[in-house]
């Protein structure tokens, strides 16, 4: 059974950063799909970003220059490392998986999900 387990979450003032972490345990070829949702009280949930083995990430215009996804086939993980942080990244960040090459961001459909990890950014 395929689990994932994130953590890294907190609390930061804005301006600040946060790395968040995701490890996947269990039977899955971590060289496909990876990302990253979150998802804010009253909004919809968002795609943040994605990453697989075949290219760079992708990004959700509201991060690009912001956040860089990354991953470590060999630990079967993968990464968020968010830098000049504004109040309205606030939420609870879901890391995902699928066994499948990426695709645009809210256009894959994702097998797997962790548990979620609060983020919260004051102003």
């Known amino acids: 059974q395929v689990q994932l387990v994130e953590s890294g979450g907190g609390s930061v003032q804005a301006g600040g950063s946060l790395r968040l972490s995701c490890i996947v345990s269990g039977h899955f070829d971590s060289r496909y799909c990876m990302g990253w949702f979150r998802q804010a009280p009253g909004k919809e949930r968002e795609e943040v970003a994605n990453?697989?083995?075949?290219?760079?990430?992708k990004y959700a215009d509201s991060v690009k220059g912001r956040f860089t996804i990354s991953k470590d086939n060999a630990k079967n993980s993968v990464f968020l490392q968010m830098n000049s942080l504004k109040p309205e990244d606030t939420g609870m960040y879901y890391c995902?998986?699928?066994?499948?090459?990426?695709?645009?961001?809210?256009?894959?459909?994702?097998?797997?999900w962790g548990q979620g990890t609060q983020v919260t950014v004051s102003s």
């Open positions: 995902v998986a699928e066994e499948r090459w990426c695709r645009q961001l809210n256009r894959n459909e994702y097998d797997f």
């Open positions: 990453i697989d083995s075949s290219g760079p990430g």
